[in-house]
T-cell receptor, first 112, second 111 residues
Framework: DAGVTQSPTHLIKTRGQQVTLRCSPK?????VSWYQQALGQGPQFIFQ???????QRGNFPDRFSGHQFPNYSSELNVNALLLGDSALYLC???????????FGPGTRLTVT | GQQLNQSPQSMFIQEGEDVSMNCTSS?????WLWYKQDPGEGPVLLIA?????ELTSNGRLTAQFGITRKDSFLNISASIPSDVGIYFC???????????FGTGTRLKVLA
């Protein structure tokens, strides 16, 4: 039973660039949530996707956008990168009727 | 961003000791999740709680959903070296899909 997978593992970008992170949910799950985790902090909710639509959004600017595909996988896009966007980006999947969220290993983004 | 208060912030314990930590909020939650995170990895789900007063165990771990619905507790019995890590609580309020995470409790076990 495959768990949540994320790619890439690490990424280094320059300020102003754009980045796309990818997530494949746990087998059987249909809902994907994205979180940003700064060093020494708990994860912060970015948004959640269900049925290929953004269902809820956290306090993140429009530079953060996402997409969910028919196979339930998801992408997180960040435009006009800032130094402050450096963080571990986590994807969590769940089954819509169940509130248990399972996390992937994360993508470490460094903006220089 | 918004975070729940977890205490203690960090703790050093001897192997074999029991551990208690808690998570508190001024808001009411309908679901509590407890996670463990190792450095550079994603959080691993330990226990899920859905009802006020509920007590749920997972091996040596026991978690409780506070009666007021504003807090939750996690206990680890007979700690072992692999219990080292950061423990996070996460709460979900009614009518939302947004989990709010705690500030974390960093646990270190001395052999």
């Amino acid at each position: 039973d495959a768990g949540v997978t994320q790619s890439p593992t690490h990424l280094i970008k320059t300020r102003g660039q754009q980045v796309t992170l990818r997530c494949s949910p746990k087998s059987g799950h249909d809902t994907v949530s994205w979180y940003q985790q700064a060093l020494g902090q708990g994860p912060q909710f970015i948004f959640q996707y269900y049925e290929e639509e953004e269902r809820q959004r956290g306090n993140f600017p429009d530079r953060f956008s996402g997409h969910q595909f028919p196979n339930y996988s998801s992408e997180l896009n960040v435009n006009a990168l800032l130094l402050g966007d450096s963080a571990l980006y986590l994807c969590a999947s769940s089954l819509n009727i169940n509130y248990e969220q399972y996390f992937g290993p994360g993508t470490r983004l460094t903006v220089t | 961003g918004q975070q729940l208060n977890q205490s203690p912030q960090s703790m050093f314990i001897q192997e074999g000791e029991d551990v208690s930590m808690n998570c508190t909020s001024s808001s009411i939650f309908n679901t509590w999740l407890w996670y463990k995170q190792d450095p550079g990895e994603g959080p691993v789900l330990l226990i899920a709680l859905y009802k006020a007063g509920e007590l749920t165990s997972n091996g040596r771990l026991t978690a409780q959903f506070g009666i007021t619905r504003k807090d939750s507790f996690l206990n680890i019995s007979a700690s072992i070296p692999s219990d080292v890590g950061i423990y996070f609580c996460a709460g979900l309020t009614s009518g939302t899909y947004k989990y709010i995470f705690g500030t974390g409790t960093r646990l270190k076990v001395l052999a």
